[in-house]
């Protein structure tokens, strides 16, 4: 039986960084159209049968916040945060499959009973992340090498995973780098899609969003274009190839990074 594609949820209200998010994650997966389908779920709903048309799930990047006041979210904020938490408690419950980053990290701790605030915010470009003892053993980030560079760009953290969530990475700047709960599902605070030009572009849609001073942007992109960020993509390939649709998965895996 051949297994259903993965879905990349889009929850970034820009479509042009839309767009370009999709394509790195599709790129970083390896996978075409067909095994990694998308939904913009700014504009539209999660459907009813979304479990049951897809393997999994790898939600993106956003704007948004949740630890925004309640009486600033507009509806559509509201009413996307409600869709990924379905996603979430039915990954949790191993009853689908599903990686959550950056913004998304926020809604899967808040559900799950942790907190986030903004007292973890990281600035914008390459940031270095060590994966911990645990991280050794897991199917996905037991691959990667135990310290790298990743892309990151937020305004909020937590010092600790949820509960039931097992620790995967940290640095000192955002304690909780990734976590995974039970065995299906997994959230990354860091970007594991874009390669440095791709982040560069997105930086340019976002340069007034506060994330950095719109007059650093040349220098800060020509900061992030000389990091290297090897293996976020890696562990992407990892979840698509124990995930995604059933040829991928029979493909061999690549071989380990040194540290």
Do not use: W
């Amino acid at each position: 039986m051949t297994r259903p594609p993965l879905l990349y949820v889009c929850v970034r209200p820009q479509q042009g960084a839309a767009v370009a998010e999709y394509e790195s994650f599709r790129q970083a997966t390896r996978l075409d159209e067909s095994g990694l389908a998308q939904h913009d779920l700014v504009r539209e709903p999660l459907p009813d049968d979304v479990f049951d048309r897809y393997s999994g799930f790898l939600v993106g990047g956003s704007p948004f916040n949740t630890t925004d006041p309640e009486s600033t979210k507009t509806d559509v904020q509201r009413r996307l945060e409600a869709d990924l938490e379905r996603i979430a408690a039915r990954a949790a419950s191993a009853e689908t499959t599903a990686l959550f980053t950056c913004y998304g990290i926020g809604v899967v701790t808040r559900l799950l009973g942790g907190e986030v605030s903004r007292a973890y915010p990281e600035d914008t470009g390459a940031t270095v992340v060590s994966l911990v003892p645990e991280a050794q053993s897991d199917p996905i980030f037991g691959e990667l090498a135990t310290r790298f560079s990743a892309l990151t760009a937020h305004k909020e953290g937590s010092a600790e995973p949820p509960p039931g969530g097992i620790l995967l990475a940290t640095n000192p700047q955002c304690p909780v780098q990734a976590y995974r709960v039970g065995d299906r599902l997994y959230a990354t605070q860091f970007h594991p899609e874009p390669t440095t030009k791709a982040f560069t572009r997105r930086m340019a849609v976002y340069r007034d969003d506060g994330y950095f001073d719109a007059r650093d942007y040349d220098r800060i992109a020509g900061q992030v274009l000389a990091a290297s960020v090897t293996e976020p993509v890696r562990l992407l390939r990892a979840f698509a190839r124990r995930f995604g649709p059933a040829e991928l998965a029979a493909s061999r895996p690549e071989p380990p990074t040194a540290p």
